[in-house]
């Protein structure tokens, strides 16, 4: 019988996830991180409106070396979630559907990403 | 588990509201801060003090608070199973930002003091 052979349990290293699926797992995990991330940005906000040495204080954090890490995991995780976000707006307007649209929309998701990520490090660190 | 806070097609709209305020507000920052200003201190305290920008900055953080209310009570409820766990973690993130809110408030008073 074919049935025997279904996996009796979710081995999640056995699953191939595609790849719609793995950055929806990652719209979700950059979501918490820009969750925790929200009390950052209201600190730094402070700061930086605050005077010209506060403001100093911070533009400094976004290039100093040991803060450069998680200035870009944070940046990072507000592309992803951005990009990825708006790919799943346009699925809830019904585009993206099939298969292969959905296939070719999370690549294309993953190249612009790249491109933007490309952009900001050079516009940061270079 | 079956509040009604805690179903439905509200929070959907909401999630997708919010999600398109934040789009268009960064749109409108990046924009402005791409290719029409410096980046220095007196810029920067002119443009958030303005009272446009104030509004704009308060409902960009409400949409914030609203999204991250929606998308972490998700992940709540999804993942944690034990009812008192699971209420005890929600009201720790509504706290946590509802004091978000109140946080904001006061940088936005403070700015324009």
Not at chain 2, 71 to 78: A, K, T, V
Not at chain 2, 83 to 95: T, Y
Request: charged content about 10%.
């Amino acid at each position: 019988m074919s049935s025997d052979t279904r996996p009796k349990y979710l081995n999640l290293f056995k699953i191939k996830l595609p790849i719609a699926g793995i950055i929806s797992i990652f719209h979700r995990l950059t979501g918490l991180l820009l969750f925790i991330a929200i009390p950052v940005s209201l600190y730094l906000l402070q700061l930086s409106v605050k005077d010209v040495h506060s403001f100093t204080t911070v533009t400094d954090l976004m290039l100093s070396p040991l803060t450069r890490f998680f200035i870009l995991l944070i940046l990072w995780s507000f592309v992803h979630h951005l990009i990825t976000g708006m790919r799943f707006l346009f699925i809830d307007l019904e585009f993206f559907l099939d298969k292969n649209a959905s296939r070719y929309s999370a690549w294309g998701v993953v190249v612009i990403e790249a491109i933007i990520m490309a952009i900001i490090i050079k516009g940061l660190f270079l | 588990m079956s509040m009604v806070a805690l179903e439905g097609l509200r929070p959907w709209v909401l999630q997708r509201l919010s999600a398109v305020y934040l789009v268009v507000y960064i749109i409108y920052a990046l924009i402005y801060w791409l290719f029409f200003q410096t980046v220095t201190f007196a810029n920067w305290h002119g443009w958030i003090s303005q009272d446009h920008n104030q509004v704009l900055l308060g409902l960009f953080y409400l949409a914030v608070l609203i999204h991250a209310w929606i998308g972490i009570r998700d992940i709540l409820l999804d993942y944690i199973k034990p009812f008192l766990l699971r209420l005890l973690l929600l009201f720790g993130v509504a706290v946590f930002l509802i004091g978000s809110g109140f946080w904001l408030i006061k940088i936005l008073i403070v700015v324009n003091a």
